[in-house]
């Protein structure tokens, strides 16, 4: 009885140092094979595809070394797989959330609206993509904010890419008094576009006369830049514009308010008294 229970014993422990080892070197072997898989597939993915697929290829691999050790304990595998099962059902009606952010998250990687390192809007956060994971986006705000994005809401939201293309278009939106001619303002505000050497030729820009305001004849003057100079030239031209209309004698009116005491429109008395 003794030298069966030594035997059982070792046999025991053998059994649980090959499992150990398996989990190990096939832990090994699956960091090994997703660094494999980043190189090889490097220039053909995105950054975020390419993350997936190196996750995929590290926790399946694990996966299977993990299933051999337990099979190596003594555990049967339709019995791992019917617990596999009910665990994944149970887990889906717990995160049903993290399920859709998965799925979404998915989608973005296929649909690829946005990459690590652009500038994406989704409602009133901007910022810099910093990762594509499965279940969030995480960006980093002009003021240096880690931001945390499910992925749900940008797939349900509206997600603008302000990097996407090379060039973007500034509006400007201008005033001017109802004494101007407006020719005049157009040909002033192109030649200000021409002096600017961040303003772009082609396309040209655009002059929209939007109508009448209450204090002013309001104007559109739309300027196009190459993406990284957007900013830049749309500070200069805005200061450019104001010191053109100053030189010209073009007035940028405030608002004015007219008081009528009767149905005469008269002046209004106005008495200054001194105190």
Request: with cysteine.
């Amino acid at each position: 009885m003794e030298t069966l229970w030594e035997y059982l014993s070792d046999e025991r422990a053998w059994s649980l140092l090959r499992a150990l080892l398996l989990v190990v070197f096939g832990f090994v072997v699956a960091r090994i094979a997703s660094v494999l898989a980043g190189r090889v597939l490097g220039t053909r993915l995105t950054g975020s595809q390419l993350l997936l697929v190196r996750r995929i290829a590290f926790y399946l691999l694990l996966a299977i070394f993990i299933t051999s050790a337990l099979r190596e304990l003594g555990f049967s595998l339709a019995t791992l797989l019917g617990a596999a099962g009910i665990f994944s059902v149970a887990l889906g009606f717990a995160s049903q959330t993290s399920a859709s952010n998965f799925v979404s998250g998915l989608f973005l990687m296929v649909e690829k609206p946005f990459g690590i390192g652009d500038i994406i809007k989704v409602g009133n956060t901007t910022g810099e993509v910093l990762s594509i994971d499965l279940l969030s986006v995480k960006l980093r705000t002009f003021d240096n904010l880690y931001v945390r994005i499910p992925n749900e809401s940008i797939l349900k939201g509206e997600s603008t890419t302000l990097t996407r293309f090379p060039v973007r278009r500034a509006d400007l939106l201008v005033g001017v008094a109802y004494k101007e001619d407006i020719n005049r303002v157009r040909d002033i505000l192109m030649q200000v576009a021409d002096l600017n050497p961040l303003c772009l030729e082609e396309p040209r820009p655009l002059f929209i006369f939007q109508g009448f305001g209450d204090s002013s004849l309001n104007l559109q003057f739309s300027v196009w830049a190459k993406r990284e100079n957007f900013l830049d030239l749309k500070n200069s031209i805005q200061v450019e514009i104001k010191q053109a209309f100053d030189e010209a004698g073009i007035e940028i009116p405030f608002p004015h308010r007219s008081l009528y005491t009767g149905s005469v429109t008269e002046p209004f008395p106005v008495v200054v008294v001194e105190k």
